[in-house]
């Protein structure tokens, strides 16, 4: 193999979009040049955000040969993996958990490939890139969220500590129909799920969902009015500022599934999900006015009419909610990596993560069973 260069790019414009997504980062919406430009350009990562882009590019000959999406953290928001307790402990310590090393994509709790190249090979050469660039950065370590279970492996075989978390995803089994759907649920769970369904859709208007040039530049007004409320009253303050969804129309609305409850014309809720090759990932939801069980059916149910209407494997709905598992979405297990520089800190990370593991996995267990399918119709599902 060729001497593999590693550098660090402060900002993605530093790399043309045919180099980054050639190496593999455009099969997932969520990694492409084009997404991760409309973060830095809109202003949503940057300075004074606590998420400063430091990419990561391995080369070949000086040829591109891999790519991996990194940030320079002064805290630990808008991760979905969570490490404030690592951060106290070691600070309690005396030791300095601030700043960090972060691949993944800002403020999206969305599994796919962080090492993102072809080789192996290239892809371990990233993870030895950060592990290196913390330390001379004094950096307190790297961190990798929501990455592939291939590349969860490839980090345990250069010392990057695996983590174990899960969430809950719909996976689709070849339904003709969300009827077919339903018709692997248990009785009381399939009557149930009618029953909330026909309320959500009594609110009073219709229901639209909208991808590519159905989408509008007036429906990113609405849709920022009910990312506001619903960002104000999670975190605080929104992540993401009004201008990304600005670009995002004007260079990824193909990407986009807008599912909007409308009253007299006029937008009331609405839930954002990105299209990708073979998944639906959801990922925003607001309203204006609170109808009964309306969050349900634009975020969850109107997800899994689309996904079998085109065909695609799984529907990701976020982070956390176990109130997902009475609508189909079972537990699925997650992957990241950590690594991080003082040896002692190390060895209690390693101990923590082994024992979290172990309960992960027996929660996972459990949340399965309790599911709404027939005994014998599905099981837990793993991520790629």
Known sequence: MSELAVSVLPAISGIKAPEWDGCGAGTNPFTTHRFLSALEQSGSV??????????LVARLDGRVAGVAPCYIKTHSQGEYIFDHGWAQAYERAGGRYYPKLQCAVPFTPVT????????????????????????QSGLSGAHVTFCT?????????????????EQFHWLNQGYDGYDDFLGQLSSRKRKAIRKERERAQAFGGTIRSLTADEIRPGHWDAFWTFYQDTGGRKWGRPYLTRAFFDILHDTMRDDCLLVLAERDGIPIAGALNLIGPDA?????????????????????HRAIDWAIKHRLS???????????????????????LHWVADPGFYGAIADYLQREREAVDEEMAVLTELGPFRRGQTGPLRSA
Do not use: N
């Not at 799984?314 to 990241?336: C, D, F």
């Open 314 to 336: 799984r529907v990701e709905a976020g982070a956390q909610g176990e109130h997902k598992l009475a609508r189909g979405y079972l537990p699925s297990q997650t992957h990241s």
């Open 149 to 165: 279970e291939a590349e969860a492996g490839l980090g345990e075989a250069v010392d990057f500590l695996p983590r174990a978390s």
């Open 46 to 55: 940057g300075e004074g955000t606590g998420w400063h882009p430091a990419h």
């Open 112 to 135: 796919g490939p962080r090492l993102i190249a072809p080789d192996p090979a290239v892809q371990r050469g990233l993870l030895a890139g950060m592990a290196q660039f913390a330390q």
């Open 280 to 300: 639906l990932y959801g990922r925003y939801w607001g309203c204006i006015e609170d109808h009964p069980f309306l969050h349900f059916e634009l975020c969850y």
